[in-house]
């Protein structure tokens, strides 16, 4: 199985916090998170080189969302804080082995099935 595996979602009130993990089980350049809610196109949260290097965030969750670095290569998490009902969507972890590490979800070979994110009023 090369797809990555995502866990940690769930249900949260307006203001609060959810860890999502993301674990590769092969060697992989670049791992990134996206999310896509009913009726919206997939979008780009954050993105991070497995190994090391910089992080990037999508304008919409910048200074809320953080990412770090697992002990274990290729594990990846998506620290999401002050959660909004915005936030509400199916979360997918994508890896990219030798690309670019963009947020073009095209540039993603591998996807995870998904971890669903509710965030109530």
């Known amino acids: 199985q090369v797809q990555p595996v995502e866990s940690g979602g769930g249900s949260v009130q307006a203001g609060g916090s959810l860890i999502l993990s993301c674990i590769a089980s092969?060697?992989?350049?670049?791992m990134g998170w996206f999310r896509q809610a009913p009726g919206k196109e997939r979008e780009g949260v954050a993105r991070?080189?497995?190994?090391?290097?910089?992080?990037y965030y999508a304008d919409l969750v910048k200074g809320r969302f953080t990412l770090s670095r697992g002990a274990a290569q290729n594990t990846v998490y998506l620290h999401m804080n002050d959660l909004k009902p915005d936030d509400t969507a199916m979360y997918y972890c994508?890896?990219?082995?030798?690309?670019?590490?963009?947020?073009?979800?095209?540039?993603?070979?591998?996807w995870g099935q998904g971890t669903q994110v509710t965030v109530s009023s």
């Open positions: 994508a890896t990219d082995p030798t690309g670019p590490c963009t947020w073009d979800p095209r540039t993603y070979a591998y």
């Open positions: 092969n060697d992989t350049r670049c």
């Open positions: 991070i080189y497995s190994r090391s290097g910089p992080k």
